[in-house]
T-cell receptor, first 110, second 115 residues
C-alpha cells in the first residue's frame, strides 16, 4: 500500500524566514504533486514533478524531487503572510488515483 | 464548464437519512475522482471513474456508500443511512484522462454534517 508522509504537520514561522516541508512516500511513484488549501476552500495545484532531480519554482516556493530517496521538498523563501495555508503533497502510482500526505499547516507570523 | 462544480455546497442531514452529492466535471474530462476530507485531516480516496466505469472503488468505506456516473459527465455519490462519522467535506476532481500528466482540477466540495 502506498503511504505518503509529510513533516512537519504544523509549522509556525516568522515573515522573512526560510523553511522546508518534507514529503516521503513508500513505493515507486509516477508523479508527485504539491497542492495548497486555504481554510474552507478547495485545493489549488502548485507543482507537478515528473522525474528524478526535477525542480520547479514559482515565486517564493520551490519544489524538488529525489525519486531514489522517495522524497520531495517544498522550500519557502522569505515567507510572507499570504503563504499561510495547508500544503499537501500527493503521489500517483499505477491507476493514477492521487494518494495524499497528511498535510502541513503553515502559519506565517508577522 | 470552466471548473468542477459540486452541489450542494453544504448539506445538513439527520442521522439515518440518505444523501446524494453531485459533481459536474470539466467538459471533456473523462476521469473523475471522489475524495473525503474530515476536519483537520488529509484527503482519503473513495472512488474514481474512467468514463462511466469505476475501475477502483477500494476507498468506499462501507456498503452504505455508492457512486455512479452517466454520460461520461455528472457523477453522484450516495450515502445511505448516514452516520455521524460520515460528516466531512466531500471533494470531487476531474482530469482530461487517467495518466496523471494532465493534472487534476478539484471542485469546492460539499460539506456534509450529520446531526
Amino acid at each position: 500500500e502506498l503511504k505518503v508522509e509529510q513533516n512537519p504537520l504544523f509549522l509556525s514561522m516568522q515573515e522573512g524566514k526560510n523553511y522546508t516541508i518534507y514529503c516521503n512516500y513508500s513505493t515507486t511513484s509516477d508523479r508527485l504533486y504539491w497542492y495548497r488549501q486555504d481554510p474552507g476552500k478547495s485545493l489549488e495545484s502548485l507543482f507537478v514533478l515528473l522525474s528524478n532531480g526535477a525542480v520547479k519554482q514559482e515565486g517564493r516556493l520551490m519544489a524538488s524531487l529525489d525519486t531514489k530517496a522517495r522524497l520531495s521538498t517544498l522550500h519557502i523563501t522569505a515567507a510572507v503572510h499570504d503563504l499561510s495555508a495547508t500544503y499537501f503533497c500527493a503521489v500517483t502510482f499505477g491507476n493514477e488515483k492521487l494518494t495524499f500526505g497528511t498535510g502541513t499547516r503553515l502559519t506565517i507570523i508577522p | 464548464g470552466a471548473g468542477v462544480s459540486q452541489s450542494p455546497s453544504n448539506k445538513v442531514t439527520e442521522k439515518g437519512k440518505d444523501v446524494e452529492l453531485r459533481c459536474d466535471p470539466i467538459s471533456g474530462h473523462t476521469a473523475l475522482y471522489w475524495y473525503r476530507q474530515r476536519l483537520g485531516q488529509g484527503l482519503e480516496f473513495l472512488i474514481y471513474f474512467q468514463g462511466n466505469s469505476a475501475p477502483d472503488k477500494s476507498g468506499l468505506p462501507s456498503d452504505r456508500f455508492s457512486a455512479e456516473r452517466t454520460g461520461e459527465s455528472v457523477s453522484t455519490l450516495t450515502i445511505q443511512r448516514t452516520q455521524q462519522e460520515d460528516s466531512a467535506v466531500y471533494l470531487c476532481a476531474s482530469s482530461f484522462r487517467t495518466g496523471g500528466g494532465y493534472g487534476y482540477t478539484f471542485g469546492s466540495g460539499t460539506r456534509l454534517t450529520v446531526v
